[in-house]
């Protein structure tokens, strides 16, 4: 692994350790969180502005004129434009996606939730979603945080990831579990 990579996800997590913790210290910390959600959706959806986020070379100045400008139109927290400043004044604002998804984990944790990915092979409804949710809940005695991914190739059935636990219950991996046995005779 590179330096650069390690220093990245070390920074990340201590600059969203900070955010977290000032968010806290304030109780700020629903504001926040509405506020980096929002600004991640920004970086998300508005390819223009992804685009200078993930371009180092932008003059610090012109990125503070423009986030100060985001903060003002979308009524973003003080603490939350302070901190977007700081990461551009330290040159750590390529690493803002990072940041402040590392700062929502850090806040679905301190609420006990678990983070849960599945996967179906056929679209779900939102109330087959809230079954589900509410079924990983009761099992795992935790708030479920779930992530929902519709994917074809799975043929049938579903995947389930919370943690390091999986449950593969998909026809992929059944053919897949065929076909190795099938290669060992």
Known sequence: MSKNKVFSNTSADRYSL?????????????QIEANSIAFLNLILNN??????????????EVLTKIINEISKNSKLEVLFNNFLNLLVAKRRFFYVEKILNSF??????K???LKAEIKSAKKLS???????????????????KLNYTFDQSLIGGLVVQIGSTMIDTSIKNKLQQIENKMLEA
């Open 126 to 144: 939102q109330d087959e979603i809230i079954k589900i949710t509410d079924e990983l809940s009761n099992n795992f005695k935790s708030k479920i």
């Open 111 to 113: 609420r006990g939730e």
């Open 47 to 60: 390819k223009e502005f992804n685009d200078l986020v993930k371009d180092p070379t932008i003059n610090r």
């Open 104 to 109: 929502l984990e850090i806040c679905s944790k």
């Open 18 to 30: 900070a955010l977290y913790e000032l968010a806290k210290e304030t109780n700020l910390l629903i």
